[in-house]
Every structure is written in structure tokens, then in C-alpha cells.
């Protein structure tokens, strides 16, 4: 936990929020807003005026303040905060705009496209002295907790490894298909975040090479494996495809952290396992259990939008979430070499 550089906002009404994007994830996000005690939407935007009056409508939101234009409904409404869910091309424009406004924002992932545009958001951030947190929804999975329990039993951590291989061909429609780097800017990110959520180790540089399988169905490269070292001198070393028929792993990938008193799996879905070192006798932790999920709902996005409210209340927020490691993720940034047999990338989180 850090303590505030942001505003809090007092007072026992709900926070004021307004969701922007209308696209597959926003409708979800505006459930989050309805749903929860602590919140009031306030208004929805889209540039997409007609998906988004139809969306409002299956919502049967008839009286919501709704538009294209961002600035006209924080002129209009003075929301404490936006919800960013807008393609990650838009990223960096709303969550700077809201921020330069005087509201609050909770982003989709990625924060956004360059390291670049990241520092610039993180600079708004403390110049408008206003919270901007990164939604990570997997990190509130039941058995990813368990994972990171049973990792912390294993002593010292030497190796994080995770393997990533999914055939995805769903998403014809979507921004991802138009992605230079498909898997490490929408999904890998998830995973990349999780290795941080279970070690509480942070990046301190990476070597990553992304490439395009001769069968590729993305445009951009949709397979890669990248080699972090981590605080605490631990590597975490991550494989993935988004263009591998066969042996699929979960939507979570499949884990194995080695430490001094044992090693621990997880197969992204259930219950991790141990294995213990001679003299360990560890026992693995056994996931809360899940609450059947709601209807309507998309996993996750009730945690993060508590957390994100508790931030604005208290000022004191976890650190993982904060503006300042956001600005700390050696994330992908477009410029390496373009696409060809192999891209190779090393760097510091300083590029
Ligand atoms: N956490 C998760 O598990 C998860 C799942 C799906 C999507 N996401 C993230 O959510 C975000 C949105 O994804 P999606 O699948 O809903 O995308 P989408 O393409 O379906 O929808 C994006 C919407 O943003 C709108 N938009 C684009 N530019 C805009 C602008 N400047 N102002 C206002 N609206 C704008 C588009 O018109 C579109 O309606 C992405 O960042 C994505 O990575 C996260």
C-alpha cells in the first residue's frame, strides 16, 4: 500500500461515474456502475452514437444522459470519475482528457500503446492529482489467490514460468484483429500482470522476441516467449500463441513457480498443486469457493470497481494498481523491428 497523491472524495453519497465505450465490454462495466451501492452512473459515451443508443436501450437505460462527445458530458456532469473502456487506441486521448477534467479514472487494460503515452497518462495523473488505476479483473479469481498463497509457502523463489497456447479465431470483428501485437497488447498483458500479483515481485527487465507462425490468422504476430527477470532475482519466463491448435492451456495458462522449499502448479483454472522439497511437508491452499456467477456479469469487474471506489474514499490504494507501477510494466511498445521471422526486443522498463 502507498499512501495518496491523489484527491479522495468525501461525502456519503455514491460516486459519480461515467462509462465510456459501448463495444463488447462497456455494457458489462455500466452493470458494475448500476449494481454497486457506491456508485451513480451518471452518463455513457461512445463515438458510435448508434451502438450506443442500442445498447442503452437493451439496458432499457430511457433516461440516461447519453452522447458522443466526452467533454460536452463531463462538462455536463462533473462525474468523480470515468470508466475507461474504449479501444486501446483510445486509451491514452479519454483517460488523459477525464483526468485533465478533474476526474478519476479505472482503465481497461493496457493502460496503453507506447511507454510513451503510459508516462504521459501517468504525468496527467499527478498533475490533475487525481487516482488512475488499471482494472486487472484475474486478479480477484479465486484459485489465482490460492496460487499465490501456495506460492509464498514455497520459501525463496527462484523460477516463474507460464505457457500460453490457445487457438483463438473468434474475434474477427474485433480492434485485436488490428493489432501489430495481438497476444502481448490484449492477452498476454493479463498473464504478465498475474506473475506480479502472485510473486509480488516486480519487472526489472525483459527479453522478448514475438513472431508470426506461417498459419498466423492476425495480422499482427500472435505468438511469443519473453524472459523477465524479476525483484528478488527471480526470472519469469512466459510462452504464448494465440495461433496453437492442440493442447490447449486455460484461458489463464498453465504455471509452475520453483522455490527453495518445493514447487508449485496451477493449471489457471482449478485448485493449484505442491510438490515439496525434502523436510517441507507443504500442503497447497485450497481456493475460497466461487459464488455461482451472476447473470450478466463479467468476472472481476465488481472487485476492481471496489477497490478503485475504496482508493477514492481512503487515498490509500494497493500499490500493484497505482499509477506509479503501471508506468513500471516493460510493456509491449510498438517500435521493434516490424513483422518478419522473429521479432527481438531487449530491454529495460526504462525504454
Ligand atoms: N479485462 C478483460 O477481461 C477484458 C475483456 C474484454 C475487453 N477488455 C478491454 O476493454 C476495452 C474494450 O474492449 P471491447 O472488447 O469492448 O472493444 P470494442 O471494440 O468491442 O469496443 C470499444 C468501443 O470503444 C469505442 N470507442 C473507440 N474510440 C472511442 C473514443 N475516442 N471515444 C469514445 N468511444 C470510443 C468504439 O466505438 C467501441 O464501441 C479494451 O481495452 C480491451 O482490452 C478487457
Not at 527479453?207 to 505468438?223: L, Q, T, V
Amino acid at each position: 500500500m502507498t499512501d495518496a497523491h491523489f484527491e479522495t472524495v468525501g461525502g456519503d453519497r455514491p460516486l459519480r461515474g461515467v462509462v465510456v465505450g459501448a463495444g463488447f465490454l462497456g455494457p458489462y462495466w455500466v452493470r458494475e456502475l448500476q449494481a454497486s451501492p457506491d456508485t451513480e452512473l451518471v452518463g455513457w459515451v461512445d463515438v458510435d452514437d448508434e451502438r450506443l443508443r442500442a445498447r442503452a436501450a437493451e439496458l432499457k437505460l430511457a433516461t440516461l444522459p447519453l452522447g458522443t462527445d466526452l467533454d460536452e458530458m463531463l462538462t455536463a456532469h462533473a462525474p468523480d470519475f470515468v470508466v475507461n473502456v474504449t479501444a486501446p487506441l483510445a486509451h491514452h486521448a479519454i483517460t488523459t482528457a477525464a483526468l485533465r477534467r478533474g476526474a478519476a479514472v479505472l482503465s481497461e487494460k493496457p493502460l496503453a500503446m507506447s511507454m510513451a503515452e503510459a508516462r504521459d497518462m501517468v504525468a496527467a495523473a499527478d498533475a490533475a492529482q487525481r487516482l488512475l488505476m488499471v482494472s486487472q479483473n484475474r486478479r480477484y479469481m479465486p484459485s489465482l489467490l490460492a496460487f499465490r498463497e501456495t506460492v509464498a509457502r514455497l520459501g525463496t523463489l527462484s523460477s516463474l514460468t507460464c505457457d500460453f497456447y490457445i487457438a483463438h479465431r473468434k474475434d474477427h470483428d474485433s480492434f485485436v484483429t488490428t493489432l501489430d501485437e495481438p497476444l502481448l497488447f490484449d492477452m498476454a498483458i493479463h498473464l504478465f500482470d498475474a506473475a506480479r500479483a502472485v510473486t509480488g515481485a516486480d519487472p526489472v527487465s525483459v527479453y522478448c522476441e514475438s513472431y508470426a507462425a506461417p498459419w498466423d490468422w492476425f495480422a499482427g504476430a500472435s505468438s511469443a516467449n519473453a524472459l523477465f527477470q524479476m525483484t528478488g532475482d527471480l526470472r519469469f519466463a512466459f510462452s504464448g500463441s494465440w495461433c496453437a491448435d492442440g493442447f490447449q492451456t486455460s484461458w489463464t495458462g498453465r504455471w509452475r513457480a520453483i522455490g527453495e522449499r518445493g514447487s508449485a502448479v496451477w493449471d489457471g483454472l482449478r485448485a493449484p498443486r505442491v510438490q515439496s522439497a525434502p523436510g517441507a511437508a507443504l500442503e497447497a491452499a485450497r481456493p475460497a469457493s466461487v459464488q455461482r456467477r451472476r447473470r450478466n456479469r463479467f468476472a472481476g469487474l465488481a472487485d476492481a470497481l471496489g477497490e478503485f471506489v475504496a482508493a477514492l474514499r481512503t487515498g490509500v490504494c494497493h500499490r500493484a494498481n497505482a499509477t506509479t507501477t503501471c508506468a513500471a510494466w516493460p510493456c509491449a511498445t510498438p517500435p521493434w523491428p516490424p513483422r518478419g521471422p522473429g521479432r527481438q526486443r531487449p530491454s529495460s522498463p526504462e525504454r
